[in-house]
């Protein structure tokens, strides 16, 4: 429970925010210049850049394609991999002879890396060039630390604070027929191999009435489609007094009559016979969901903290088939986890062979320092690992074409979004069930959605004709 005089400083904490971009507004000190965002990881990060984005703009920025255009970069970062580092470390070696050329070029970091202390410390002595690093917790304060930027590096990382702030729709949206729209930020569960909780703080939800304003808001501008965020949005509401339970808030949302609703992602731990109901009662709650498996292996399971065996969400899979109306469900794997052995990963097979997924991200496990699994000892080579990826990700992918296949000759409603990128001539666009479709349409069509006949089906799209 938050206390009274906590509550007054939130408040006057948020009054301030405002007016910070009030006044930045009327000074017009950012008119005319440029930003670029480059955003990894996930929905989260690309709904942060959009209020970064939003933010900026609010100031007087104009955004362009290119870093080379810019008088501001920020790359906005993820540290769920290895990998995510290693991009962002790439990315940062070119900016960094850019501001040789261009020294009045801001450099900003932020998202999840920023929340690293090992980052920070590597930045402070191998990247000092850069201009700003601030943290998932302090996005609203970006005009605060742009209008007092020093020189030298300046470092704005907070630790887990618990706060939620409404700064009201500063959001620049990437789309204006799809929203993201969070529900709650930050994760408790603390499975062993993630950093998540560690880069986003502890679970706080939105208070349901600024959520549902938001979406009413949004259809009112003629958005079709909301995705409601958050690392386990079953865990919505649990940190709230006298608030809405994540079934009873996609059911208040379902009502709002916004006509397509979607949500990512739910933990298969708690996810209540009270959230399947609502989601086949509701037409407008979509048929799809992301249900992360991460392994088959009880062994493994009990290690990553996950809080369910094989059997357990087996029977949670079979239950949402039974009483969702062709609901699609897509997984999350991770291969290799420390000591895996060919049993275990035969498991993880087995669970893919009988629950026959529309579709997996799959991973191979990558070691993040701090998490309790980076202390266990790992006897696995790379190339068991790989070949483990290999192995799985052809049965996966031969399932994820099954179930296309079953799409064509149907009639689908697909929301239309786009040019098709592989070929202009066409849109392309969302299936109820999440599956890409591109469409043979006139482009007015964008932005509708439509009735089409998929006249052919790959692994990782359909082929369509507007009806
Ligand atoms: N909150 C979501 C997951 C967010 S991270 C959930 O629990 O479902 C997205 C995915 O990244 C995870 O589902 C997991 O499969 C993968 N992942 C997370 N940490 C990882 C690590 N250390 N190595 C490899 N994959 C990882
Ligand atoms: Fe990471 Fe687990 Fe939280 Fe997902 S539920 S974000 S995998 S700790
Ligand atoms: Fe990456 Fe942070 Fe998302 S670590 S996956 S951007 S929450």
């Not at 939105?206 to 003629?222: H, N, Q, T, Y």
């Not at 009559?257 to 016979?273: A, C, K, L, M, Q």
């Not at 399947?276 to 290690?303: C, V």
Request: aromatic share 8%; net charge negative; hydrophobic share 35%.
């Amino acid at each position: 429970m938050q206390l009274p005089d906590m509550q007054e400083a939130k408040k006057r904490e948020q009054k301030e925010v405002q007016y910070i971009y009030e006044e930045m507004k009327i000074s017009n000190a950012f008119d005319g210049k440029k930003y670029f965002i480059k955003t990894y990881g996930c929905q989260m990060n690309v709904h942060d850049s959009e209020e970064i984005a939003g933010l900026l703009e609010n100031l007087g920025y104009t955004p362009v394609e290119s870093e080379l255009e810019a008088d501001i970069i920020l790359l906005n970062t993820c540290a769920i991999r290895e990998n995510a580092h290693d991009k962002v470390f790439g990315f940062l070696g070119r900016c960094k002879h850019l501001k040789k050329e261009k020294p009045e070029v801001k450099l900003i970091l932020c998202g999840c890396m920023a929340q690293e202390r090992s980052v920070v410390d590597e930045i402070m002595e191998k990247h000092p060039y850069i201009d700003l690093v601030f943290g998932t917790h302090n996005i609203h304060e970006i005009p605060n630390y742009l209008m007092n930027l020093h020189e030298g590096l300046n470092i704005e990382v907070k630790s887990n604070e618990s706060n939620v702030y409404e700064v009201g729709e500063t959001y620049k949206r990437d789309s204006s027929y799809t929203a993201w729209v969070n529900i709650m930020y930050g994760c408790d569960k603390f499975c062993t191999y993630c950093i998540v909780p560690y880069t986003r703080g502890k679970e706080r939800s939105r208070k349901s009435a600024d959520i549902l304003k938001e979406i009413a808001c949004l259809k009112e501008k003629g958005y079709k489609e909301v995705t409601l965020l958050g690392q386990n949005v079953n865990a919505y509401g649990r940190d709230l007094e006298n608030d809405l339970t994540f079934a009873e808030l996609l059911e208040s949302v379902a009502k709002l009559g916004i006509e397509r609703i979607r949500f990512v992602t739910s933990h298969p731990w708690n996810f209540t016979d009270e959230m399947i109901e609502i989601i086949a009662k509701y037409d407008n709650i979509m048929p799809y969901i992301h249900l992360p498996l991460q392994s088959g292996s009880d062994r493994i399971l009990r290690m990553m903290g996950r809080r369910y065996k094989k059997e357990e969400y087996i029977a949670l899979y079979r239950k949402i088939k039974k009483l969702v109306p062709n609901v699609a469900i897509t997984t999350d794997i991770i291969v290799g986890f420390p000591n895996e052995t060919e049993e275990d990963f035969k498991e993880t097979l087995d669970v893919v062979n009988t629950c026959k997924f529309d579709g997996a991200f799959t991973f191979i496990y990558s070691k993040r320092e701090g998490t309790p699994a980076a202390r266990m000892d790992d006897e696995i080579t790379k190339e068991e690992k790989e070949e483990r990826l290999h192995r799985l990700n052809e049965i996966v992918n031969t399932y994820s074409n099954e179930n296309n296949q079953k799409y064509k000759g149907t009639i689908q409603k697909v929301l239309l979004l786009g040019t098709s990128e592989k070929d202009e001539s066409k849109c392309y666009g969302y299936t109820e069930t999440m599956k890409l479709v591109n469409v043979e349409c006139n482009k007015s069509l964008i932005g509708q959605i439509v009735d089409v006949d998929i006249i052919e089906a790959k692994s990782f799209s359909l082929d369509g004709i507007v009806k």
